[in-house]
Structure formats: C-alpha cells, structure tokens
Nanobody, 115 residues
Framework: QVQLVESGGGLVQPGGSLRLSCAAS????????MGWYRQAPGKQRELVAT???????NYADSVKGRFTISTNNAKNTVYLQMNSLKPEDTAVYYC?????????WGQGIQVTVSS
C-alpha cells in the first residue's frame, strides 16, 4: 500500500556531496514523519535524520551540520542533502515514513565515500 523508492546514491570522494531522494506512493495521507537511516556492514541500523509533518527536524550528532533533510511541498518526497562526506558515512541508506500507525521502509541505497 505504501512504497518508498530511493535514488541518488553512488560513489563520491571524501569532502564531496550527494543528494538522496525518496519518493513515496500509496496511502500516505497525513503521514506524521519521514526519515533517513543507514546501516554500515557489520553494524546496526542507525538514525540519520527525521522530519515531521510540521517541519521539525532531528539529526544524529555524527551528521549534524553536514546533512540536511527536507521534503517537497506535497510531502511525498523526502531528501537528504549530504555535504562534507566522510568515509565513515559509507553505508546503505534507507528512507522511511510513519503512516497508518506503522513504519514503511525503502529498499535501501548504497552510498560509498572513498578516494
């Protein structure tokens, strides 16, 4: 019913930038929040950033000041602008949406930061 499709990942050098996009479709009327998480090999999935329907944002300390989460005006797409990327940012990034009292996850998209 609810699907998320991520795009914009890839390989970038340290200090570079990427912009991830996540397009939501289905029954997302009055969703409460959208966000980005990431999971590096051998590590647990961790919060990157969230944004509520009212526009409030929250960031992991490790990305604060470097990453920016935002939505389009229809609030059916969430973006993650990633600047000053570091090798430790390398992970699979997952977007999610809280709607109908549940979390729906995207398929994940690879971000690799390497010189």
């Amino acid at each position: 019913q609810v699907q998320l499709v991520e795009s914009g990942g890839g390989l970038v050098q340290p200090g570079g930038s990427l912009r991830l996009s996540c397009a939501a479709s289905g029954s997302i009327f009055r969703s409460s929040a959208m966000g980005w998480y990431r999971q590096a090999p051998g590590k647990q999935r961790e919060l990157v950033a969230t944004i509520t329907s009212s526009g409030s944002t929250n960031y992991a300390d490790s990305v604060k000041g470097r990453f920016t989460i935002s939505t389009n005006n229809a609030k059916n797409t969430v973006y993650l602008q990633m600047n000053s990327l570091k090798p430790e940012d390398t992970a699979v990034y997952y977007c999610n949406i809280f709607v109908q009292n549940a979390l729906t996850w995207g398929q994940g998209i690879q971000v690799t930061v390497s010189s």
